[in-house]
């Protein structure tokens, strides 16, 4: 176990780099002076624009001022933001406690109703639940979601008056952009899960079990489900993480006040600090549900601690 974590952290290291380096010089090879769209129209006559950016340490070389960012990374300080001189973890904090909570709440629903979907669909294979099954995936994976965000505000909130439209309140403001955030989830968890009992159906310790006389009920809960749910946790895992960087056109439907629609602003005005702090949160976030799965997988299947001893 404890191999598995160190090698995972040790490969987690080139691809946070990668990642933060990618994005530097995405933002730096923009055209466009962040410090004259912040302030340019607001300068006194005696200020000097160049002053400001010697100040912000934006006439550096750009292989100092990213090193810069990643040694102060490293301590725990993401910088200031260009736009409020404020710390960027201080401005990130909320955005990513709200953006955690609609994520969590949209992986909720995409477990619970996209592994019903897969169970059914395996258990009545090519039958109409199957098929029912497929087109709810095929519905939830091919929509727009800004479309399907719009069109259940206008039923649930234009038409029915049952749920709020937007905004952040109550646990019922959370639904409509939890169910809209899920769909696409729903759709990948119900097909691998459906792919993954099938393939198990087909093992010979499955036939033995039909030959005794248990019912598919039985054998689909007792059997099957328990071998075939470890791609499933691959699967709730990745999604999990895009839930997390994929909120930006939800939050924005639903005025929902998240990471997404914060970044979304930063990069707008290129406030490099604020873009580059939240991309290191989200690509720290992918790492460490990675390695919580890879934890979790090897702790419920047997066969792989088995072979580690062995």
């Known amino acids: 176990m404890l191999r598995i974590i160190v090698n995972r952290l040790l490969l987690a290291i080139p691809v946070l780099v990668g990642v933060t380096l990618l994005v530097f010089l995405i933002l730096h090879s923009v055209p466009g002076d962040p410090v004259a769209t912040f302030y340019g129209m607001d300068l006194a006559p005696g200020d000097d624009l160049e002053a400001m950016r010697n100040e912000l340490g934006l006439d550096r070389p750009l292989s100092a001022q990213y090193l810069d960012f990643l040694w102060q990374a490293v301590q725990g300080d993401l910088g200031n933001s260009i736009k409020t001189r404020r710390p960027v973890l201080q401005d990130l904090s909320q955005g990513v406690v709200n953006t955690a909570q ?28 199957d098929n029912i ?3 709810v995936s095929l519905f939830g994976i091919s929509l727009p979601v800004f479309w399907i965000g719009l069109l259940l505000i206008w039923l649930m909130s234009v038409k029915l008056a049952l749920l709020p439209s937007g905004g952040k ?17 729903i759709a990948v968890i119900s097909r691998v899960t459906r792919a993954s009992l099938l393939e198990i159906l087909n093992e010979d310790y499955i036939r033995t ?22 791609p499933v946790i691959t699967v709730v895992g ?3 993480g895009y839930l997390l960087a994929g909120t930006v056109l939800v939050e924005t439907v639903f005025s929902w006040p998240g990471l997404g629609r914060y970044l979304v602003d930063a990069i707008k005005f290129r406030d490099y600090p604020v873009v580059q702090g939240g991309v290191l949160i989200v690509a720290v976030v992918f790492v460490v549900i990675n390695l919580l799965v890879d934890i979790l997988y090897y702790a419920l299947n047997p066969r792989l601690r088995t072979a580690e001893r062995g």
Do not use: C, E
């Open 102 to 129: 609609l994520a969590m709440a949209s992986i909720f629903i995409a477990i619970v109703v996209g592994m019903s979907l897969g169970i059914l669909a395996a258990y009545k294979a090519y039958s109409i639940w």
């Open 133 to 135: 099954s497929l087109s």
């Open 169 to 185: 309140g109550d646990w019922r403001n959370l639904i409509l952009p939890a169910l809209t955030l899920s769909l696409a989830s």
């Open 209 to 230: 079990a039909r030959s005794k006389g248990l019912s598919g009920l039985v054998i689909m809960l007792r059997h099957t489900l328990p071998n075939g749910i470890f």
């Open 238 to 240: 990745l999604q999990f």
